[in-house]
């Protein structure tokens, strides 16, 4: 059970109309969606990444979501994104969801990001160092 003063890095994310399913609540997909945002959102803001242009660019070969409770609009979320895992290549992602006054998280989640070359996707490369650093200051 993850609680919001777990995570270092907090993002608040408003949900958008189109993201009810027929079922009226936030669709699976739309979890993973907030996810992969929240992560590049990290990058940019903090890590001087430009998932359009970089050289370098992370590819996710593996996601995972566990639901607790649902989501719909018009809520807002805070997402909390943390690392419980930093190889030389790759990273571990902990993400988890909150509404605006939960401290127990609605959906919780792990995210694995692999470094390679936008040119040559099959080739790893090590995490560059400006990403490095500030990932490590969101690790628990």
């Known amino acids: 059970m993850k609680t919001k003063s777990y995570y270092k890095y907090l993002e608040k994310i408003d949900t958008r109309f189109g993201d009810n399913d027929i079922f009226g609540h936030l669709n699976n997909v739309i979890y993973y969606s907030l996810f992969d945002s929240v992560i590049n959102r990290f ?30 609009y018009p809520e807002k979320i805070n997402a909390g994104l943390s690392t419980f895992k930093i190889g030389n290549t790759s990273v571990i992602y902990d993400i988890a969801l909150f509404g605006e006054n939960d401290e127990i998280a609605r959906a ?16 790893k490369v090590k995490i560059p160092n400006n990403i490095l650093k500030e990932l490590k200051k969101i690790t628990f």
């Open 43 to 72: 990058l940019i803001k903090n890590c001087q990444y430009y998932p359009i242009t970089s050289a370098i660019i992370a590819v996710s070969p593996e996601t995972r979501c566990i639901f607790k409770k649902s989501f719909k």
């Open 108 to 123: 919780e989640g792990y995210f694995v990001h692999v470094f390679v070359k936008r040119n040559q996707r099959e080739e």
